[in-house]
C-alpha cells in the first residue's frame, strides 16, 4: 500500500494537475461564462463568440463530463436584443437560442435579466433548453405574495434554489447555490436576503453534496462576504465585473471571467483518491482567433445578425465600419457611469456639442449607455451601437437658469438611477455652485443645451419635472431630417470620432 501511494504520489509530480485530473475516472470539467451579451465576436474578430464557446464545449466533452454554466446577464443588454425582427423586439431571444446551441447546461438571474417587460423575460425562460437555479429571487405578484420563477413549458416546473450535479461514475456530488445582485428593481421582483437565502440552499444539498458551489451574481466585495460567512462553499463561479478575476480567501475562491466570452473558466472538480477530499483546479481559457468557431453555430449567428443589422443600416449606420481607436479605455460600466462623469460621457457629450455648435452645454442621462463594459482599442460603429443602443434624436432646448441648475442638484441625489446626468466638460460644481464656462449659472438667464430627446419625456426617476409643458423651458427644437446627424445620437458621435481619426 505504500508503494502504491508512493508511485500515485511521483506521478502527480511529474504531470500538470490538469493532466492528472484527466487519468481519473470520475472528473467534472465546469465551463464557467459571464455577463455575454454578444452573440458573435468582437474587438475586430478577435475575441468572444458563442460559435468558438460551442467548439470550446465540444473539445472539453470529448474528454470529461462537461457542464457549462453561465453566471448571469446574457438576455440584456444586447445590441441585437433592441432590434425588431418581425415587428417584435428580440429582447434575448437570440441569446437563448445560441446557448441552446453552444450547449449552456446552467444559469442564475443577473440584474440584467429584469431589463426586459416580464412576458418577455418569461417567454426567454421558457426558450431555454437549460436549466435555471435561482437561490434568492422571487416572482412577486400585483398582491404582494411571491413564489418562485417558472419555466412552464414544456411543464411548469419552478426555477429550484440548489442544485445537484453528480458525477458520471457515481464518486461524488456537486451541490450548486446562486445568488444575484439586489439591483434593477421592478414590481414584478422580489430579491430575499442574499446571505440568508444561500444558507438555506445549502442546507438543502449539503446531505448529499460532498463540495458546495457558489453560481453568483454579486459584486466581488458581496463575494467576498459570502466565503467568510458560509465555509461550506469552495469555489464562487461570479459574474458582474466584466474583468476576469481569481481572488483567494481561506481555502477557496471566487472565479470572474471577462465579459461576453473574452475568456472563460475551466473547473476540474475531483475526488483525490477514493476516500479524499475533493479538489477543484480553476484555469482561464481565452477564447479568441485560437479557437476555430462551431460552422453551424457561426451561421446561425450570421442570420441574427444579419437580420438584426438592417434596421441599423437603414439610419446610415454601418456595424463593421472602424471609427476610431481609444488611447485610454473609455469606461462604460454601470458602477462608474451611473455614479460619476467618465471619459466615455465626456466622448459623446462632446460628440452632441459639435453636432449642435449653438448649444451652450450638453446633457443626457446615463441610463442611455447601456454597454455596462470597457471600449479599448479599434472603435467600430457596431462599438457605439452596443453603447447606445435605443439611439434617439437630439434636441437643442432653450430653458432657464433656474431649471438647469435644478437638474444639476437633482442630478447627484439620483446616483445609480438611469437619469444621472452626463455632462459637457463645460460644466462644473465648484465649492456647491454650478459654472457653466466659468460663470455661475444665473436663474434670471436662459441657456441652450443639447439632450436626448428620451431625457425630455419626464419619464426618469427624480427629473419628472424635465418635459414639455414646464414653464421654465422655453423652446424645444427637434432633428428628424433625414442625412442630419441630429437625427440620430450614435450617428452624432460616429461622426464625431471619425474626425478625430
Not at 430575499?192 to 438543502?204: E, G, I, P, R, S
Not at 443589422?309 to 481609444?326: M, N, Q, W
Amino acid at each position: 500500500m505504500k508503494l502504491l501511494t508512493h508511485i500515485i504520489t511521483s506521478i502527480s509530480l511529474l504531470i500538470s494537475p490538469v493532466a492528472f485530473a484527466q487519468t481519473l475516472k470520475d472528473t467534472i470539467c465546469i465551463l464557467q461564462l459571464n455577463d455575454v451579451y454578444e452573440i458573435g465576436p468582437l474587438n475586430q474578430g478577435r475575441q468572444g463568440g458563442m460559435a468558438r464557446v460551442a467548439t470550446l464545449v465540444k473539445q472539453h466533452e470529448s474528454r470529461y463530463q462537461t457542464f457549462v454554466v453561465l453566471a448571469g446577464d446574457f438576455v440584456s443588454p444586447s445590441v441585437i436584443g433592441t432590434t425588431k425582427i418581425n415587428n417584435q423586439r428580440v429582447n434575448g431571444r437570440h441569446m437563448v437560442d445560441m446557448m441552446n446551441k453552444a450547449g449552456v447546461d446552467l444559469v442564475t438571474f443577473g440584474n440584467h435579466e429584469f431589463d426586459i417587460p416580464e412576458n418577455d423575460l418569461q417567454q426567454r425562460i421558457n426558450e431555454s433548453e437549460f436549466a435555471w437555479l435561482s437561490s434568492d429571487v422571487m416572482h412577486q405578484y400585483a398582491d404582494g405574495s411571491t413564489s418562485p420563477f417558472y419555466k412552464i413549458k414544456p411543464d411548469s416546473v419552478a426555477i429550484p434554489r440548489s442544485f445537484l450535479l453528480g458525477s458520471a461514475h457515481g464518486e461524488f456530488n456537486i451541490g450548486i447555490v446562486s445568488a444575484t445582485l439586489h439591483s434593477n428593481p421592478q414590481p414584478w421582483v422580489a430579491y430575499t436576503n442574499y446571505l440568508k437565502t444561500m444558507k438555506q440552499a445549502c442546507k438543502q444539498v449539503k446531505r448529499k453534496a460532498d463540495v458546495i458551489i457558489g453560481l453568483t451574481h454579486l459584486s466581488l466585495a458581496e463575494d467576498e462576504t459570502v466565503l467568510r460567512k458560509m465555509k461550506r462553499i469552495a469555489l464562487i463561479m461570479g459574474g458582474h465585473e466584466h474583468q476576469h478575476n481569481y481572488v483567494t480567501i481561506r481555502k477557496a475562491a471566487i472565479a470572474k471571467a471577462d465579459a461576453n466570452a473574452k475568456t472563460m473558466y475551466r473547473h476540474l472538480v475531483f475526488r483525490d483518491g477514493k476516500r479524499g477530499r475533493i479538489k477543484i483546479i480553476s484555469e482561464l481559457i481565452n477564447v479568441d482567433s485560437t479557437v476555430l468557431p462551431n460552422p453551424v453555430v457561426a451561421a446561425a449567428v450570421k442570420v441574427w445578425e444579419d437580420n438584426a443589422y438592417v434596421s441599423f443600416r437603414k439610419i446610415g449606420l454601418e456595424p463593421d465600419a472602424v471609427v476610431y481607436k481609444t488611447s485610454e479605455p473609455l469606461d462604460g460600466t454601470e458602477a462608474n457611469i451611473r455614479y460619476r462623469q467618465t471619459n466615455l460621457g465626456n466622448l459623446i457629450a462632446a460628440s452632441m456639442m459639435a453636432a449642435s455648435p449653438a448649444a451652450d452645454a450638453a446633457v443626457f442621462n446615463s441610463g442611455s449607455i447601456r454597454i455596462d463594459d470597457m471600449i479599448d482599442g479599434v472603435v467600430t460603429q457596431l462599438d457605439i451601437i452596443r453603447t447606445l443602443p435605443f439611439g434617439g434624436k437630439l434636441c437643442e432646448v432653450v430653458l432657464s437658469g433656474t431649471l438647469l441648475k435644478q437638474m444639476l442638484e437633482k442630478s447627484d441625489q439620483i446616483k445609480s438611477l438611469g437619469g444621472y446626468l452626463q455632462v459637457s466638460t463645460n460644466i462644473r460644481n465648484d465649492g456647491g455652485n454650478w459654472l457653466l464656462k466659468n460663470a455661475v449659472i444665473d436663474p434670471s438667464k436662459t441657456y441652450t443645451i443639447v439632450s436626448p430627446e428620451f431625457l425630455l419625456g419626464g419619464t426618469e426617476k427624480g427629473l419628472e419635472f424635465l418635459k414639455e409643458g414646464n414653464q421654465e423651458i422655453k423652446t424645444i427644437r427637434r432633428f428628424d431630417q433625414p442625412g442630419d446627424v441630429r437625427a440620430d445620437l450614435r450617428l452624432a458621435v460616429v461622426k464625431y470620432l471619425s474626425g478625430l481619426r
